[in-house]
């Protein structure tokens, strides 16, 4: 089992809704991470927290708004999406930030916009 | 040249044989490897770290090639439940602060 946890696992939104994803571990990580992934493709880099400060934004669209309560917590901010963003919604932890950390992922959030 | 190159696949393999897969990567700075795998609309799950001695994890293999600039995954006596997809993960180095990832590998075992 995961030891990073999203909610929900499916989500079902329409362009003009506001909806927020979750993520939690309890690892002691001090690096979390958002990812989207699109059938059949590698996950993409959204964003990246370090001690609870937005470190990466990889030019992604303002209708993304993350935020990072503490250092257990992740949330992503969903407003006015399009059908193209529907995808499978990942989040990610690994001890401190840096490309040699091995990333945990949760079990995701499979977005459907309509 | 993409950064992270990895044949999609599928692989077709019969139960019980050994398959060998590569991913190639770009910035020969890249100080990290890893391989990860992924079943349908799961979530990615680290396979194994890739270390510059080689490394062995049971029936799984993994080798490093600094020189060639590629990593390698073999898996002997391939079961059923090694069906997934394999993903290539490298830290680009210079400070990158997330990982690349190659487009993966689908592997299916046939009984």
């Known amino acids: 089992d995961t030891e990073v946890t999203q909610t929900p696992k499916h989500l079902v939104m329409g362009m003009t809704n506001k909806k927020s994803l979750k993520c939690e571990q309890h690892?002691?990580?001090?690096?979390m991470y958002w990812y989207k992934q699109k059938a059949k493709k590698p996950p993409e880099l959204m964003f990246v927290?370090?001690?609870?400060?937005?470190?990466i934004n990889e030019s992604v669209p303002s209708r993304f708004s993350p935020e990072c309560p503490n250092s257990s917590l992740l949330n992503l901010h969903l407003h006015a999406l399009q059908p193209e963003d529907s995808a499978l919604y990942l989040c990610?932890?690994?001890?401190?930030?840096?490309?040699?950390?091995?990333?945990?992922f949760g079990s995701g959030t499979q977005l459907s916009v309509l | 040249r993409k950064e992270v190159e990895q044949d999609p696949g599928p692989f077709n393999v019969p139960e019980g044989a050994t398959v060998a897969f590569n991913c190639t990567y770009s910035?020969?700075?890249?100080?990290?490897f890893f391989w990860y795998r992924q079943d349908c609309r799961k979530e990615p799950k680290l396979l194994m770290s890739v270390y510059s001695s080689g490394n062995e994890d049971g029936r799984f293999t993994a080798q490093l090639n600094r020189a060639s600039q590629y990593i390698s995954l073999l898996i002997r006596d391939s079961k059923l439940s090694d069906s997934a997809t394999y993903l290539c993960v490298v830290n680009p180095g210079g400070g990158a602060d997330g990982l690349t990832f190659g487009k993966g590998t689908h592997l299916i075992i046939q009984p």
């Open positions: 910035n020969s700075a890249s100080q990290s």
């Open positions: 927290y370090s001690y609870e400060k937005l470190s």
């Open positions: 690892m002691g990580h001090r690096a």
């Open positions: 990610a932890s690994s001890q401190y930030k840096g490309g040699g950390e091995k990333l945990f």
